[in-house]
Structure formats: structure tokens, C-alpha cells
């Protein structure tokens, strides 16, 4: 692996699990930090002990990183990611691509020009780190093999909890320009991205979004309801919330021709042979972070260090990443929201 100099560009609660991801790869080294905020530049560099800088061109000229982690609000993504690019550098980018479709398609427009140019360095990967779960890879797996038979349809939920100081603590999580939106674009947008990804391209959404909890903090939404309609004419029935007293774990259920089957804490493929059913159990890892945000950042980040010299770009690249984007936003607009 050529890829030996990282850095991070918005010291936040994410930043904690991309550090703890960069420290666990031989050869990996972090060689600074990136934040518009003077106490978190101090922060980072009494925590981590490297330099910090207050632009990326600054981080860039000094300290020549190879490859960028942006942990920034979402309304900060596009921007820094783009100024990495046209310095040659490397990015990986938390979810969700961006707050809007328009700063969203900024970005897949460069990526698009330079795979028609034939260039295909520097590479773009964005965190949607539970495709790498071990439950999400044997149904995509199962899938892709066909022992599953044709699928009829899906179920989908996200039953968790918040609280008006999560708003609080910090605005942009409840501002509609800053965060895009909120239970879809914060929370639910893993479990959207792995519905498309294993039912297919959405094309049409029905459903609606409001907020019941958290109106007096928050000007985005905490409960959602979909039914997604995909390019196989397949539907998948989805909800979502942050009002529940506590997190229960995240859903996903496929019926299929020869299984029912549950990705939930791990993955269970009940037969309709009647042979039983199968358990393919979840990780667990330890970390700084929340338990919520997964186990499999490190997985991700080590593939596109490992792939970063690949001719074909990163596989959940800008243009996958939108497709989650536009599902949550059609669910706003058909919602008035």
C-alpha cells in the first residue's frame, strides 16, 4: 500500500472513529487536522499531537497528506472535498453526501468529468460503513447467488431515541440549510442506503415526515413513513422515528421465494423448506464512538486504502451515495416538508 499520510478535516464526534480506523492500519499515519474552530485546532493537537490547520490548503502546503477523512456538518462536505481533489489528494467522506441534491451533484459533475477524461486518481469514498457488516454481506451474498429465489418485497425500521439537548448541544443537527434535514439525512440514511442497495434503484416514494417530539429545539423532522417503489416494481415499506424512550435495534426484512429473511443484530435466513434457520452473527468492536454508528468504519476506510491504486473508482463513490439522497429528498418534497 503506496498510502501512508492521512488526515482529518473537522474535529467532531465522527472524527473519533476515523482516527481510531487510520491508527489501526500499518502504514497509516495521521499527519493532521483540519477545523475552522481555534479551540477544537487546540483540541486536536494536545489529543492527537499533530499540527492543525485552519483551511485545507494550509494542511495541504504543509504537511502534504495523501488522503483527506471529512467529518465535517453536512453542509460542510462538498466544499473541503472538492479543494482535497483539485490538490491531488485522496478523500474519504462521512455520509451523507451532501445537505442538498444541488452541492451533492457538484461533486458527482467532477468525479463524471474525470472518469470521461480517463483520469481516475484522485479516488472519493463515502462512509455508508454497514454495507461492510457481516450481515449485510452474506445477504448481498445470498442475493447475488440466488438461493434466496425472487424476492417479493421489503420491511424496513429505525426505532430510535433523542433528546432536545442532542439539538441543542449542537444547532446544525436541527437546521433544514445546515443538516439537509434530520431523522432521514442523520440517522435512517444506513438503512435507506442498504434498502436500495440490496432491493435496487427506488423510482417513485410515497410517504411523509414530520416532527412530534422535538418542534420547540428542531426545525427538521423525527418521524418518517415510506413506501418505496423500485426500478423491479418491488416495494419496500419503511419507518422510522427518534421518539421512542430507547434504541431498538435497526431492521430489515426480505420476503423471498425460499426464505424469510431478518437482518436484525445479525442476520436470520428461515428456510420455507423447513430446514431451520440460519445465523450469521454481527461483530462486535470496541471504540470511542457510539455504539449506534456501527462496527465496520475501519473495514471501509482499510478497503479504500487498499484500493486506493485500483483503476476503477471506489465502489460507494459520489454517484452511489446520491442515490440515498434523493430517495430521503423526494420523501421532503412529496411531504411539503
Not at 30 to 58: I, K, N, Q, W, Y
Not at 124 to 135: K, L
Not at 177 to 198: K, M, P, R
Not at 291 to 302: D, T
Request: aromatic letters at 8%; proline letters at 4%; a negative charge.
Amino acid at each position: 500500500m503506496a498510502v501512508s499520510r492521512a488526515a482529518i478535516v473537522g474535529w467532531g464526534d465522527v472524527a473519533i472513529i476515523h482516527h481510531e480506523a487510520i491508527v489501526c492500519i500499518e502504514g497509516v499515519d495521521l499527519v493532521g487536522v483540519v477545523d475552522t474552530d481555534a479551540e477544537r485546532r487546540e483540541a486536536a493537537t494536545a489529543a492527537l499531537g499533530v499540527p492543525a490547520f485552519a483551511s485545507v490548503a494550509e494542511l495541504v502546503d504543509a504537511v502534504a497528506p495523501d488522503v483527506v477523512h471529512i467529518t465535517t456538518p453536512h453542509h460542510q462536505h462538498i466544499t473541503p472535498t472538492l479543494e482535497a481533489l483539485e490538490r491531488g489528494v485522496h478523500v474519504i467522506q462521512e455520509k451523507p453526501l451532501a445537505a442538498s441534491i444541488e452541492d451533492g451533484q457538484r461533486l458527482v459533475d467532477v468525479m463524471a468529468r474525470r472518469e470521461a477524461q480517463g483520469l481516475t486518481s484522485p479516488k472519493v469514498g463515502i462512509c455508508f460503513q454497514n454495507r461492510y457488516n457481516v450481515a449485510s454481506q452474506e445477504l448481498r451474498r445470498l442475493l447475488d447467488s440466488g438461493e434466496l429465489g425472487a424476492v417479493h418485497g421489503a420491511y424496513a425500521s429505525v426505532v430510535w431515541t433523542r433528546t432536545a439537548d442532542y439539538y441543542k448541544a449542537k444547532p446544525w443537527r436541527g437546521s433544514r440549510e445546515e443538516s439537509g434535514g434530520g431523522l432521514l439525512i442523520n440517522q435512517a440514511i444506513h438503512t435507506l442506503d442498504l434498502v436500495q442497495w440490496f432491493m435496487g434503484d427506488v423510482v417513485d416514494v410515497a410517504g411523509h415526515v414530520a416532527t412530534h417530539r422535538f418542534g420547540d429545539v428542531s426545525e427538521v423532522e423525527d418521524t418518517a413513513e415510506m413506501l418505496l417503489t423500485h426500478a423491479s416494481g418491488l416495494k419496500t415499506a419503511f419507518y422510522a422515528t427518534l421518539t421512542a424512550p430507547q434504541h431498538r435495534p435497526v431492521e430489515l426484512e426480505l420476503d423471498c421465494d425460499n426464505a424469510y429473511v431478518s437482518l436484525r443484530n445479525g442476520l436470520s435466513v428461515t428456510w420455507k423448506d423447513g430446514r431451520g434457520t440460519d445465523r450469521y452473527e454481527e461483530r462486535q468492536a470496541p471504540s470511542g464512538g457510539r455504539s449506534y454508528w456501527g462496527v465496520s468504519h475501519e473495514l471501509l476506510v482499510r478497503d479504500f486504502y487498499a484500493k486506493v491504486d485500483d483503476p476503477e473508482p471506489f465502489w460507494i463513490s459520489p454517484a452511489e451515495a446520491m442515490k440515498s439522497l434523493q430517495i430521503l429528498k423526494a420523501t421532503y418534497q412529496v411531504s411539503g416538508f
